[in-house]
């Protein structure tokens, strides 16, 4: 009963929202449709007072050591009554280790609107700043829960940018790639950890996107560039792929979307949905050459407010990139996704 409500609810503001905002979205879309440069205020709270929305951050890391780490902070508001969640995952070589799932009101739930800051019951776990010598963004990650705790720095290795997507909610990714550096406590046992990062924010999403079937997402990198990759599915057979290319203490490129090709293979049934397996984007312009495949190495599943399908991948990216006449090879582990509304 409480899934046929949640969807329920959702589809009555979907259609209530669709009809207020006809006539002015498409064209408010069309004039914003590239990458622009960020600012620590792209990162801070957004909300949007009474309306519905949705709201999150999302931050990951593959460790050197094996681990990797998946953290997530969301906000849902629906007819003013607000929910907060965190998520914290830990892999090692792939393999589940740690999922933690927490649900806040939103009287716990403390940001700015100015900045990167967020405090869940008075505690600290998201923390932005800039620093001017070395002309990056840093943040700070931390959360302390009783099976586990982690605090990880995050510092900027390239430009950041955002986009608005067509249904007028912002895409924002502060890090491309940033090295991250902290602790991660199991137990008894704390050990320092390196590795290399990547930061998000979505906001401004309102209930018109679960109209969408869904998307993918992911990374991946050579030892120069870190490519950002999604395609969305507006509808089951239809697809807006989109790409951007980081340079590595450095700027980026956005790729034209009718350049981008992805495709799926190797199909199998999970949670009564058949999901991929196989993974491959590819583009041709006249600055960027990429062919990348993606092999599955571990999926796991997540129902989100109980009607959302969410598969996080770990997968093994091999291929070419050649960025005006400087072509790398592609060999990584990275993190992905795919998400279903229906």
Known sequence: ??????????????????????????????????????????????????LPFIEWWY?????????????????????????????????????????????????????SSEQPSILIQGSQVILGSYDAVKNCFIFDVTMKLPECSVSLRYVGRTDGWKRQQQTGDWWVVMLPCADVTGTITLGQTTFNVTGVGYHDHNWGVGPRVVLHFGWFWGTCSSSTYMITWAEIRTTRMSQIPMMVVNIK?????????????FSIDKLTLDHRRWIPRFFNIETVNEHVFLVINMDVLSVDHTEMFGFINYWRYHVRCSGTILVDGHVETVDCVSIMEYLRFR
């Open 1 to 50: 009963m409480q899934r046929l409500v949640m969807v329920l609810s959702v589809v009555l503001i979907c259609l209530v929202q669709c009809i207020t905002t006809a006539g002015t979205s498409i064209a408010n879309v069309q004039q914003n449709s590239s990458i622009e440069e960020v600012t620590l205020r792209d990162d801070a709270f957004h909300g949007r007072g009474q």
């Open 249 to 261: 203490d450095d700027g980026y490129l956005e790729i034209p979307a009718e350049t981008i090709w």
């Open 59 to 111: 931050f990951d890391a593959k460790l050197d050591n094996g681990y990797s780490f998946v953290f997530g902070v969301h906000v849902l508001n629906l007819f003013a009554r607000g929910i907060v969640s965190t998520r914290l995952t830990l892999y090692h070589a792939d393999s589940l280790v740690i999922e933690n799932y927490e649900r806040y009101s939103f009287r716990d739930f403390s940001a």
